[in-house]
């Protein structure tokens, strides 16, 4: 059994929803990433998403293309993220953590390479933003032959067809975009979001995650009643990047800790 399919069937026995916080590997330092990455599962985060930097994001708002540039201006690649994960699982060897970028880094390494290279790290999701299942067949066949679950974004706008497709090649979970646009973009709209669950539920038996757009704890708590597991990625990055770095892993453990909290109330 997968880290993420324990993960999801722990929550599920006890009745609780997954909060998974999104971080920028890199950002604000390199240093930082690890004992970020600690602080969240401190807070109560099931699951880490770690953003691989990358120069031209297509799906990234202007607060996670910030974390991108100051992660590259320390000239962090896919090499390094790699390692960190390998330096976080030397004291945590149960926290589930999705890698979440582009193709080009990793066509650049290789599939075969990268997915054996993400098995030996501890890496146990990918989710590439320009990746879709139409055209991933190759690419994700290597993450599954090193037991690694390709993770696939759904928006509102997504038919049913394809809903099907990606229920047949995710593993994992499968990540509900729940704006139209880019990542901290616009306002939730819970009306919409829960009219297209269950939609989702028709094809997909995995857990759904749902994102873009939960900004605070009320957010939060609201969206867990109509899904499987929050994410949070521009409010936590927005800490980050209003944080001195003495005061960064503190505030944003006291962020996330927020976030547990309102998705625990009943």
Not at 26 to 43: F, K, R, Y
Not at 54 to 69: H, K, L, W, Y
């Amino acid at each position: 059994m997968s880290r993420i399919q324990a993960a999801f069937e722990k929550l599920k026995l006890h009745k609780r929803k997954a909060l998974i916080p999104f971080i920028t590997a890199g950002d604000p330092n390199p240093q930082l990433t690890v004992p970020l990455m600690h602080g969240l599962v401190e807070a109560g985060a099931d699951v880490i998403e770690l953003g691989v930097p990358f120069s031209d994001p297509m799906a990234d708002g202007p607060t996670i293309q910030r974390a991108s540039e100051r992660a590259l201006k320390h000239h962090v690649g896919l090499r390094d993220v790699l390692g960190m994960v390998e330096q976080f699982r030397s004291k945590d060897v149960t926290t589930p953590v999705v890698l979440m970028g582009y193709g080009n880094p990793i066509e650049a390494m290789g599939w075969e390479h990268f997915a054996k290279r993400c098995e030996e790290a501890g890496v146990d999701g990918v989710l590439t933003v320009d990746f879709p299942p139409e055209e991933s067949h190759e690419a994700f066949g290597h993450l599954q032959r090193h037991d690694i679950d390709p993770i696939f974004l759904l928006a509102p706008t997504t038919n049913d067809e394809r809903i099907e497709r990606v229920a047949k090649q995710a593993r994992g979970y499968v990540y509900y975009v729940s704006l139209k646009g880019v990542t901290g973009a616009g306002n939730l709209d819970l009306g919409d979001i829960e009219k297209k669950i269950p939609q989702l539920r028709k094809h997909i038996g995995l857990p759904i995650g749902v994102g873009f757009g939960i900004r605070d704890a009320a957010a939060a708590h609201a969206v867990s009643r109509l899904c499987d597991g929050v994410v949070v990625g521009s409010r936590i990055v927005q800490e980050i990047e209003d944080s001195n770095e003495q005061q960064v892993v503190a505030n944003v453990t006291r962020l996330v800790k927020e976030l547990r909290l309102a998705i625990d109330q009943d």
